[in-house]
Nanobody, 123 residues
């Protein structure tokens, strides 16, 4: 069984910073894209940032210049560094990954989600 475990959410004042982490574990053959989505109350889930296995990145326009995404391939972990946080960044942040897994017989790709971590930006 493969799973994603997130950490790093919390309460921060406007202008502050937070760093989210997400580690993939289990019967992993290959980790492809890893990224972060967020969902604010009464809004749809949206892409925040994503990074490919080769290191290419993409960001939502609303976070460009403030957020960075990185990964440690040796540890199957992705990080989201969030700076200059704004109240509108308040949301539940979900880790996402496209992972190749095997049970020793069959290989398959899975799209996985973390449990979500709450980020609240408020004074």
């Amino acid at each position: 069984q493969v799973q994603l475990v997130e950490s790093g959410g919390g309460l921060v004042q406007p202008g502050g910073s937070l760093r989210l982490s997400c580690a993939a574990s289990g019967s992993i053959v290959r980790v492809n894209a890893m990224g972060w989505y967020r969902q604010a109350p009464a809004k749809e889930r949206e892409l925040v940032a994503i990074i490919t296995s080769g290191g290419s990145t993409d960001f939502a326009d609303s976070v460009k210049g403030r957020f960075t995404i990185s990964r440690d391939n040796a540890k199957n972990t992705v990080f989201l560094q969030m700076n200059s946080l704004k109240p509108e960044d308040t949301a539940v942040y979900y880790c996402y990954s496209d992972i190749g897994t095997s049970n020793g017989i069959t290989y398959r790709n899975l799209e996985l989600w973390g449990q979500g971590t709450l980020v609240t930006v408020s004074s």
